[in-house]
């Protein structure tokens, strides 16, 4: 507890040295405005392109377990399985990972648990996109649009055209696919599937989801067309899911997957490589910041050591006139926690300003002339709390040694080298 002695001589103490005192909390104040800056913007970048993934695939995908190969003198040698012999190869012919019994299992995916926020049967497979001499390879999405756009949003990332009520023979195509084709609404393209059969289609929309892995290589047709380019009948390849908390796709997925006889994968395991570069970059950071309030701390320290050091005689008469220990101790531990703490206020003015000045600069992501923000940021009341408590904290710490070494001041041998 302070008394009201060690409170006034601080006090005292930092109106005398004004300029030591602007100095001390300018240092805090800029150590703080960074952990802001630095904190909101990582946090900003990693919400972005978490966002991106997340907006852009369902966050768990059901489908037919893979199998593993299987050597040929394993098999049946009859029936559908049997290998067939070719000269000296054997080709295996090859069971489609396909779900048949869909409409019964999103039917109790729905109910299954109440953190599954949509479901939506797809069909994906592999084809050539072609127009004029152009062919690329891409991904073929077949949706139900309406129930699709449930678990992952379309209609809102439209360019033009539409996403729903797309009929047979129409699709929708991810802008940069559109702009490699040079096609536009109403333009004919061709598709033909990995299992040879073709299709033409009518250019109904062009999206832009923001990550280029769907806007470069995807297009999305009826349930129905997708079925009948990959000869699946009326099955499909998988089952996507929305999910109210992402971070928890990787539980719910474990969990399905012992209710169930199909696979579930979330996008936690299918984007692992980014994850992990996710927690280096938060690793990172974390020392940034930390070596950062650190380097303030020794500011403050070098700062009280000084002014016990120009301050040897009063303190000395302080203990001379009754003043003892613990009240030195208390005087110079709350003139340096004190200083730490309005630095800290005005760094957190500094910081909180930067960081709403930079959120309101934008620039267009791309020719279809959305914008986003060039500084992501991401500002919480965590990270003001954190930062406030940390500059105050290590203010608090950096204090101990200078108020200690002013405690032991011997006040005879003070006034006498006076």
Same mark, same amino acid.
Not at 126 to 148: D, M
Not at 259 to 264: G, I, L, R, V
């Given at each position: 507890m302070i008394d009201r002695f060690s409170r006034s001589v601080a006090l005292r103490n930092l109106g005398f040295n004004? /300029?030591?005192?602007?100095?001390?909390?300018?240092v805090v104040a800029?150590?703080?405005? +960074?952990?802001?800056f630095l904190g909101a913007l990582i946090g900003g970048l990693q919400r972005r392109l978490i966002s991106s993934v997340t907006g852009s695939v369902p966050h768990v995908v059901v489908r037919q377990a893979e199998r593993?190969?299987?050597a040929a003198w394993d098999l049946p040698r009859t029936g559908p399985d049997a290998p067939i012999v070719v000269g000296e190869e054997v080709k295996l012919q090859q069971r489609k990972m396909k779900i048949e019994d869909w409409a019964v299992w999103t039917s109790r995916l729905r109910d299954f648990d109440p953190d599954i926020l949509a479901?939506? %049967?797809?069909?994906?497979?592999? *084809?050539?996109?072609?127009?004029?001499? =152009?062919?690329?390879?891409?991904?073929?999405? /077949?949706?139900? %649009?309406?129930?699709?756009? =449930? $678990? $992952?949003?379309?209609?809102d990332k439209l360019v033009s055209g539409r996403f729903f009520g797309l009929n047979g023979g129409e699709a929708a195509i991810g802008f940069k696919l559109a702009e490699e084709f040079a096609v536009r609404l109403g333009d004919k393209v061709r598709i033909t599937s990995s299992e040879g059969t073709v299709g033409d289609y009518t250019v109904a929309g062009i999206f832009d989801t923001g990550f280029a892995a769907v806007d470069g290589r995807t297009v999305f047709v009826t349930l129905r067309d997708a079925q009948s380019l990959f000869q699946l009948g009326g099955a499909v390849t998988s089952i996507g899911l929305k999910l109210r908390t992402i971070?928890?796709?990787?539980?719910?997925? *474990?969990?399905?997957? !012992?209710?169930?006889?199909?696979?579930?994968?979330?996008?936690?395991?299918?984007?692992? !490589? +980014?994850?992990?570069g996710l927690r280096a970059q938060s690793q990172s950071s974390n020392l940034i910041i930390g070596f950062t309030v650190v380097a303030s701390g020794f500011g403050i320290a070098a700062i009280l050591i000084m002014a016990v050091v120009s301050k040897l005689r009063e303190i000395g008469i302080y203990k001379a006139i009754g003043a003892t220990r613990r009240q030195i101790l208390a005087t110079f531990t709350f003139q340096g926690t004190l200083l730490a703490l309005v630095g800290s206020l005005v760094g957190t003015a500094l910081g909180v300003g930067l960081t709403l000045g930079l959120m309101q600069v934008r620039m267009a992501a791309s020719s279809t002339g959305r914008t986003v923000e060039v500084f992501p940021m991401m500002l919480t009341? /965590?990270?003001?709390?954190?930062?406030?408590?940390?500059? !105050?904290?290590?203010?608090? +710490?950096?204090?101990?040694?200078?108020?200690?070494?002013a405690a032991r001041v011997d006040p005879i041998e003070v006034i006498r080298g006076a």
């Open positions: 004004l /300029g030591q005192s602007a100095l001390t909390v300018g800029i150590s703080v405005t +960074l952990v802001i593993d190969p299987v479901v939506s %049967p797809v069909v994906e497979g592999q *084809a050539i996109l072609a127009r004029g001499e =152009k062919r690329q390879s891409i991904s073929v999405t /077949g949706v139900t %649009p309406e129930l699709h756009n =449930k $678990v $992952v949003e379309i209609e971070f928890e796709a990787d539980t719910l997925a *474990a969990r399905l997957m !012992t209710q169930m006889p199909y696979e579930a994968e979330s996008w936690m395991e299918q984007n692992q !490589t +980014l994850l992990s009341g /965590g990270l003001i709390a954190t930062a406030i408590g940390m500059a !105050t904290g290590v203010g608090f +710490l950096a204090s101990l040694y200078p108020a200690w070494r």
